[in-house]
Nanobody, 123 residues
């Protein structure tokens, strides 16, 4: 599975951005896809995840109600609204080829990663 993320940029606080991640290769083998982010000087953190079945979604408490993850064929999208300066980070998409419902928020559960896309939210 190859993952290509896009859509980052600079936005003012309160604004919106849409991130996309296109999966290619053996995309059908992915069981879960997710977004993680890493701010400067901080550890990587879970943002949102969606199973390939789209039966449910998972969100970090810090983004719940503001971000929406979705999947359309081999592309996942992260709609980010009401952005805050603390959302500034490099965002990475990831895919897991095993069922990981119990560990969906752990980066260690994902075996494919895309390059990051930078999101900067100015105050």
């Amino acid at each position: 599975v190859q993952l290509q993320a896009s859509g980052g940029g600079l936005v003012q606080s309160g604004g919106s951005l849409r991130l996309s991640c296109a999966a290619s290769g053996r995309a059908f083998s992915a069981r879960f896809m997710a977004w993680f982010r890493q701010a400067p000087g901080k550890d990587r953190e879970f943002v949102a995840a969606i199973p390939w079945s789209r039966s449910t979604t998972f969100y970090a408490d810090s983004v719940k109600g503001r971000f929406t993850i979705s999947r359309d064929n081999a592309k996942i999208t992260l709609e980010m609204n009401s952005l805050k300066p603390e959302d500034t980070a490099v965002y990475h998409c990831a895919a897991a080829t095993s069922a990981i419902t119990s560990t969906v928020r752990s980066g260690n559960a994902y075996n494919y990663w895309g390059q990051g896309t930078l999101v900067t939210v100015s105050s």
